[in-house]
């Protein structure tokens, strides 16, 4: 719908694995619809969130962390989060404040110089730094690219977001009303409610089976305001399965109890989950296996 006068446009949220991208994601938006985790490579697919404001509307499109690519289910990561700087208004380079630029960060940049898009330089985590400590990073970074802005934050406490936000709205052109007032994410039901499994499992297991993990909704059923939701949860060893089940089961039950808690809270309504744990061997290599589970 077209508004005389209204800004709208795409930002799109790049940078390495674990940089913070879904955590401001997240705080911009003021509700949680991208899961987050200390483990890299959480996010594994396009997110879009929308934020609504007095004459504009910014779609902010957060992307899996790029990477050196390992396995099919990473080389399809990596192309989502670098077909995304293609198509979008503006640019969000999220860096985290205590390191230097590194080989992953030169990868992004040279992108970057590819793309049409004006960038912001997004140094996040700065409550974790001394600020004179950011002087040099900012140096090193402005004689590597020409950004449009750049903007420190803290992602985890908001301070300077709604700084970076009101930058971000003054770069977009006058554009129509791409959502409904009440539309914050195109991430159907069943894909949060997976996704929100998947984050009490990275928050409860071990270091090593996070990449190994994936969950696919086996059946999504709305009866008035309760939602019957039965989920398959896949690893690809025995040995993996034994630790999401936990002993005598007790981790997987912690897992839906809390997944379960966070769907009531963000679709509103009353939950019923039901989770089982299936092996798939290699199934971060398997195409069909990929695009069953949306990636």
């Known amino acids: 719908m077209n508004t005389p006068g209204h800004h709208s446009g795409f930002v799109a949220l790049v940078g390495r694995p674990n940089v913070g991208k879904s955590t401001l994601l997240n705080r911009i938006l003021g509700s949680k619809i991208a899961i987050i985790s200390d483990k890299p490579q959480t996010t594994r697919t396009r997110i879009l969130g929308v934020k609504h404001l007095s004459g504009a509307q910014l779609v902010f499109v957060d992307t899996p962390g790029i990477h050196k690519p390992k396995f099919r289910l990473n080389q399809r990561m990596v192309e989502t989060a670098l077909h995304a700087i293609t198509e979008v208004d503006l640019v969000l380079f999220l860096i985290e404040a205590m390191d230097a630029p590194g080989p992953g960060d030169r990868f992004v940049l040279d992108r970057l110089k590819e793309s049409r898009a004006p960038a912001f330089l997004v140094i996040n985590k700065v409550d974790l730094v001394r600020k004179p400590r950011l002087l040099p990073l900012i140096d090193a970074y402005r004689r590597m690219h020409e950004f449009a802005e750049i903007v420190p934050i803290s992602a985890k406490t908001g301070d300077g977001v709604d700084r970076l ?11 129509p009303v791409y959502f409904p007032e009440d539309v914050m994410t195109d991430q159907p039901m069943r894909v949060l409610a997976a996704e929100l499994i998947r984050e009490k499992i990275l928050a409860k297991a071990y270091d090593e089976l996070p990449f190994a993990v994936a969950v696919g909704i086996d059946s999504f059923k709305e009866e008035g305001r309760l939602a019957r939701i039965s989920a398959t949860v896949y690893v690809e060893r025995a040995s993996q ?23 009531e809270h963000l679709f509103g309504m009353k939950v019923f989950l039901q989770l089982w744990v299936k092996v798939k061997e290699a199934w971060r290599q398997d195409e069909r296996m990929l695009v069953e589970l949306g990636y």
């Open 165 to 175: 936000v009101d930058l971000a709205r003054a770069r977009l052109p006058e554009g």
């Open 241 to 263: 399965k034994a630790i999401v089940i936990g002993k005598r089961g007790e981790l997987l039950k912690a897992v839906g109890t809390y997944a379960r808690i966070d769907m």
